[in-house]
């Protein structure tokens, strides 16, 4: 299994600085990452700086955000990278603008199952925007505070830009916002990997279960296989009896009646079904909070 970490954070946060410190550490310990990049334009300014300058196999999104691109080009990518390369950890930056659920999609795509093993999301803060979160527009600091939110490791980063008392301000109010995240206080994004690797495997144990670290952590999925053919209206009576936290579902599901299993996906409330022409492992991913006690029928 190749281990992936998500490295999410708001625009200009720190994300890249972070990702070039991991990259340098993961090579000086022998291992072999490799990067996903999103870029928020069709420039791709990190992807080259960090594609250059730390000589590391990398594909990119150009255009958007990983959950406005589309999962299939993140998946599409995800797999060129698997093909091309050997690795055994892969890093995935998002654009700022990703909201970080979404942003785990592709990953979670039954396609990569039994290849990848999601660890858990670091989220870089911004400090200085975190104490002026309240100047933000409603819906730009709705995804300012997701992104902080689903963290697992939060960075309360830009420490040099504070005084004393307002770092200890901010630390205190990120630990109330996201119990569960540990969070750190760091300048330039200067974390090391083995502290991160360290605290997130700690955490996973706590549930083996679920893909993305334990029980206590606010997002996990779940990977749901099926025995026999299922009935369409009964298993969308199932779908809508879920809880509002399932936030996204996806895989393929065999359908009564059909010669493969039908492509099945959900997202806010949405169902949607498409015929697949090859014959797809039927099994079904749900990405939630406490998705890990959900069974089919
Ligand atoms: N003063 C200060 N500046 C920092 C710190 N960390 C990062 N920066 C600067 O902030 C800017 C953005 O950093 P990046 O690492 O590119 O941030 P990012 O999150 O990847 O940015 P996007 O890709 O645009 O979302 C750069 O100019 C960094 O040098 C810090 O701790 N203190």
């Known amino acids: ?142 995804l300012f505070l997701e992104q902080i939110r689903h963290a697992h490791i939060l960075l309360a980063n830009k420490t040099d830009l504070l005084t004393e008392e307002e770092l200890a301000t901010v630390s205190m109010e990120l630990s109330n916002f996201n119990g569960t995240a540990q969070v750190i206080q760091t300048t330039n994004a200067k974390l090391s990997f083995s502290f991160i690797e360290a605290t997130l495997s700690t955490m996973k144990e706590a549930d083996m279960k679920t893909v993305i670290s334990g029980k206590h952590l606010p997002l996990t999925s779940k990977l749901i296989t099926f025995e026999k053919d299922v009935d369409k209206a009964e298993f969308e009576a199932w779908v809508q009896s879920l809880p509002d936290t399932v936030y996204r579902m996806k895989g393929y599901v065999p359908l009564k009646g059909t010669k493969n299993p039908f492509l099945f996906q959900y997202a806010y409330g949405l169902v949607n079904w498409m015929p697949e022409y090859i014959k797809m492992e039927a099994r079904l991913v749900l990405i939630g909070e406490g998705v890990s006690q959900i069974e089919y029928m």
């Open 1 to 142: 299994m190749i281990d992936v970490y998500l490295l999410s954070g708001f625009l200009g946060s720190g994300k890249t600085s972070l990702l070039m410190s991991l990259i340098a550490e993961l090579k000086e310990m022998g291992r072999k990452p490799a990067v996903l990049m999103n870029e928020f334009g069709s420039i791709s300014i990190d992807s080259d700086t960090v594609g250059q300058s730390q000589d590391v196999p990398l594909k990119e999104l150009l255009n958007g955000c990983i959950c406005c691109t589309g999962s299939e080009n993140t998946e599409a990518q995800l797999q060129g990278l698997l093909e091309e390369y050997d690795m055994d950890v892969i890093l995935i930056e998002t654009t700022g603008a990703a909201h970080p659920v979404e942003a785990l999609d592709a990953v979670y795509s039954p396609l990569f199952a039994e290849k990848l093993c999601v660890k858990g999301i670091v989220t870089v803060a911004d400090s200085k925007r975190w104490l002026e979160r309240d100047k933000m527009s409603p819906q730009i600091r709705s």
